[in-house]
Every structure is written in C-alpha cells, then in structure tokens.
C-alpha cells in the first residue's frame, strides 16, 4: 500500500503516477487512518464452487482502550470522469457504534448500573472494501468488551425516567459487524458456555443495584444485602430491524 498525505492542502503520493490510458478506468482502495495494515488480495473460499477474490484489509478491535475506528473508500473512474485528473474519494465507517439504554417499568424500583461487559464478541475479520460489508467467514476471536458508562460513574434510574443511556456516548464502543448468537443459559452455566469447547454465546455482563421504595421505605431488591451483584443477559444483535446484526457505519443502541 501507499501512503498519501497532505500539506497545505495538497495531496500528494510517495511515487509519481500515471493513468494508463486517459478512457481507462482504474480502481481507487483506500483506508484511514494510514496506520491500518495494508490493503491485500485475498479469497474466500468458504464456497469452494464460487470462490471468492475481493480487495480487503484485515482488522483487529482491541478489547481495551480507545475504541478503534476504519474508515475506507472505493471508486472506480478514468481520467476524462476526473477532475482535472483529481479523483475524488468519499469513505465511510467500516466498524458499526454500540451503546446501551437501561429502563425498568416497575413502579418504585431504582436501578444503579456500576459496570457493564459484553462478551464473546468476534474482534478481528476483514474487511470487503469494495462490497463494504465484513467477509462473515473471516471472523475470529472470542473477545469481552468492557463498556465505558456515561462520566464513568455509575447510572441510576427509576421508572419514571425515559430510557437512559448506559454507555458512553462522548466514546461509544465500535465494534466488527457480525450476528451475534446469545448464551443460552437453558442448556449452559456460564462457565460452561465460555469454557474452551464451549459454544461461546453472548451475553452481557452488569453490575448492578436494584432498591425499592414502593412501601414508603428503601429495601434492598437485589440483592438482598445491598451490596451490587453481577447479573448475565443473554444478548443477540439479531431480530426485528436488525435481521443480519451489526451493520457497517450504522449505530445499533438496545
């Protein structure tokens, strides 16, 4: 791959170029930022009928830190379509943005929200720049994401609040696009399910607080000791709306 950079506002590339012909159409790949790996040739022959060569580029989220971000682009043109020989590239999100909402419909509960994981996620796969979609046979890895909260305090809600958010949304967590299918805890504890040859389904993680006031007087809910507990949701991107999960440059808020 080749870097292109730009100075006072001109772009400019690390070697001199030319169009083969001035009617001949070329194809433009591009990725952001710079620090990307390189664009490469690569087939999918998950189809060995149909095998598949695309331009991809292959990308790892990591588990901690600043969540990452890809931006690509591809165009296709000639020489007289450009301007003045200028050719213009237009890129788009690759990952999809997750975050969270937290409502309780129970009249007199208050919820507090220390902590928040969502595991056995998909972190590294590559990216189909031209189609602009994740090859669904590249993705790998079984990764827990520690989600950042709001402020990074703790988010207390009641019913009488709209749903509130539970992620950061100044940081929201980006994420491969994929189908995530949900822990099913009917047929496996959760050690169970995150053990080696286990099936790996996904669930989320809260540390959590439930109070009560409805008899006049705070009692503890759950737990009954007032100290906050770990509870597991089983969690699928997967249903009305969203039938293929996680999309790439879509914001997905449950």
């Known amino acids: ?19 083969p012909r001035s009617w001949f159409n070329v194809d433009f790949y ?14 999918d022959d998950s189809d060995p009928e149909n095998p598949y060569t695309y331009k991809g580029v292959t990308l790892t989220v990591p588990a901690n830190g600043t969540p ?5 682009t591809f165009t296709t043109t000639n020489r007289d379509a450009a301007d003045n020989g ?13 975050s969270f909402m937290g409502k309780t419909t129970n009249a007199g509960w208050h919820v507090s929200v220390s902590g928040m994981s969502l595991h056995n996620v998909c972190s590294t796969g590559t990216f189909d720049i031209k189609r602009g979609e994740w090859n669904a046979a590249s993705l790998t890895g079984t990764t827990d994401y ?4 709001p402020n990074g305090e703790a ?20 994420l491969i ?10 047929e496996d504890t959760i050690d169970d399910n995150d053990a080696p040859d286990g099936p790996k389904g996904c669930y989320l993680r ?49």
């Open 68 to 72: 990452a971000d890809m931006l690509y």
């Open 155 to 174: 988010v207390t809600f009641d019913a009488s609040d709209e749903a509130t958010a539970l992620t950061n949304g100044a940081m929201p967590q980006m």
């Open 86 to 98: 200028a050719v213009a590239l237009h890129f788009s999100h690759a990952l999809s943005q997750v």
């Open 206 to 254: 809260l540390t959590c607080l439930i109070t009560s006031t409805a008899n006049g007087s705070e009692e503890n809910i759950l737990p009954a000791n007032g100290t906050p507990i770990e509870i597991y949701v089983p969690f699928t991107n997967v249903g009305e709306g969203s039938p293929n999960g996680w999309q790439p440059g879509k914001q997905d808020r449950k």
């Open 1 to 19: 791959g080749e870097t292109v950079s730009n100075s006072g506002g001109v772009w400019s590339t690390t070697a001199t170029h030319y169009w």
């Open 30 to 43: 591009a990725t952001h930022p710079a620090t990307l790996p390189d664009i490469y040739t690569t087939t």
């Open 177 to 186: 696009g994929q189908r995530l299918t949900a822990w099913d805890p009917t």
């Open 146 to 149: 520690t989600l950042a909260l």
